[in-house]
């Protein structure tokens, strides 16, 4: 029988024309849209958790809260200090209840053997949503209103955040003038307490502790970082594979050493681990794919889960590895090094996925001649 025309033969493609594939504009719109769309995420993700209610945990520092004393001494009641200072919790085991007076001297709070109960008419209530005092207050807030009380809690143990023993405003010219010595800025802070008939004192005060030179963590940064993207640039896939999980470990150990030591609800930190999360799925399947030889849609992946890990893992605790004073349950410097790990390595994970190189094989075999 008689060819109709001239036959088509399938298309051979070689191991050189693979790395086309990553020089196209195709790719690198596909991969910018991604990196941009992650970004976007990250920022928008962070927002609600931060802007408004106190977050999941404090805000590293170098300004110390201490409790100095309780007076007159209460059997059953204690005070400490949680989240960096950013906390304080009050547990109260005594068989009667322990009011705290907000700032304009009103009931905020009450503690006692039912619970945690809030008076929705305080101005406190609403201030202590912020991390910075709010520069108004609702007019249907009345400190001389009487108390409308809501259970917050079932346990005696409130936890809030107060303006009056944290640190929040611009450095005292003290500090500004001398950045490297420990000060006391605030030598008494007071909260008054009614219990009962009587009227009872926490005091403490706010301390200026100068946090640690943070050259090593950045050090530690950028050699993650350039082991990343000499590895994405040398092919080499099983380092990148490597770095990729330590990176995840790293983020993990993190974020449950802030976890742990926030006391925020569940829910709250559920939410804020949302980003985190997407990140490390998207980077263990990342290497999945780039190891099944799927190159374009591991490293867009790669892209996307550097973003998350360094930009929503790491760069909000940055300030972390120059303060004194963390949010964390970990020791500080095993949470400074995670943080500049996770830091490091996302960075090194985006730059190793826009490189025009190959990290992986081929996504399609060379085909042998035909016989």
């Known amino acids: 029988m008689k060819s109709l025309g001239p036959s088509v033969q399938p298309e051979r493609r070689g191991p050189a024309s693979q790395t086309s594939i990553w020089r196209g504009p195709r790719l690198a719109r596909t991969g910018l849209m991604a990196g941009l769309a992650g970004l976007l995420l990250v920022v928008g993700g962070a927002g609600p958790a931060q802007a408004h209610v106190i977050g999941i945990g404090g805000r590293a520092s170098n300004y110390r809260t201490d409790i100095l004393d309780v007076t007159p001494p209460t059997p059953g009641l204690t005070v400490r200090v949680l989240d960096a200072g950013n906390q304080l919790e009050l547990t109260n085991h005594s068989e009667r209840e322990v009011i705290v007076l907000g700032y304009r001297s009103e009931p905020y709070l009450r503690v006692g053997p039912t619970g945690v109960y809030e008076n929705k008419r305080s101005p406190s209530a609403y201030a202590n949503r912020f991390a910075n005092p709010p520069k108004r207050i609702p007019p249907e807030l009345d400190p001389a209103a009487p108390p409308q009380w809501h259970r917050i809690k079932k346990a005696p143990e409130a936890v809030w955040h107060d303006h009056r023993s944290h640190w929040s405003g611009p450095d005292p010219p003290t500090v500004t003038a001398d950045r490297g010595h420990r000060q006391v800025v605030v030598p008494t802070w007071q909260i008054p307490l009614r219990l009962g008939q009587h009227t009872a004192l926490i005091q403490g005060d706010i301390v200026w502790v100068p946090g640690p030179a943070p050259w090593p963590w950045v050090l530690l940064a950028l050699v993650a970082f350039g082991v990343a993207v000499a590895a994405g640039w040398r092919r080499q896939l099983a380092l990148l594979a490597l770095l990729v999980g330590v990176a995840v470990a790293a983020d993990v150990i993190h974020t449950v050493g802030a976890f742990a030591a926030s006391t925020a609800p569940v829910v709250a930190k559920v939410y804020a681990a949302m980003i985190s999360v997407s990140g490390w799925v998207a980077a263990v399947v990342a290497v999945w794919q780039l190891r099944r030889g799927r190159l374009q849609a591991g490293r867009i992946l790669l892209l996307l889960a550097g973003t998350f890990l360094a930009f929503a893992g790491a760069l909000p605790d940055v300030g972390a590895l120059a303060s004194s004073q963390l949010a964390s349950t970990l020791d500080p ?33 060379p085909r042998g001649k035909a016989g």
């Not at 410097?333 to 994970?349: D, H, P, Q």
């Not at 996925?353 to 399609?364: A, V």
């Open 333 to 365: 410097a095993l949470s400074r090094a995670t943080i500049a790990l996770t830091l490091g390595l996302g960075l090194g994970m985006v730059a190793a996925s826009l490189l025009d190189q190959r990290t992986g094989r081929p996504t399609t075999r």
